[in-house]
């Protein structure tokens, strides 16, 4: 995505170059703020589980927004689920 007036980066605010989405937080990023391989922000690439504290490889809850590792969210359809969403569900 184009920078647009009004569109700035989410992390440093910089208003120029090319956004892009961060595929695990969905953040529009400029290219500094982007860890190019990975194709996610820079915040997310220390971002840590919120239950279990291990480094993310993945996603956040579609339902609470938690932050999870794959060991603690499920893949339900299309969306993703952490574990205490899912035993609500029981």
């Known amino acids: 995505m ?7 980066c989410e992390i440093c605010s910089q208003k120029q ?3 892009s989405s961060c595929k695990m937080c969905n953040a529009s990023v400029c290219e ?20 279990c504290g291990e480094f993310l ?3 956040a809850c579609n339902r609470c927004g938690k932050l999870v590792c794959e060991d603690h969210g499920i893949k339900v359809n299309e ?4 574990d205490n969403c899912r035993k609500s569900d029981e």
């Open 2 to 8: 184009l920078y647009e007036p009004g569109n700035s």
């Open 17 to 19: 170059g090319t956004l």
């Open 32 to 51: 500094s703020c982007r860890v190019a391989d990975d194709e996610i922000c820079i915040n997310c690439r220390e971002a840590r589980c919120q239950i």
């Open 57 to 59: 490889s993945s996603r």
């Open 79 to 82: 969306s993703t689920l952490c």
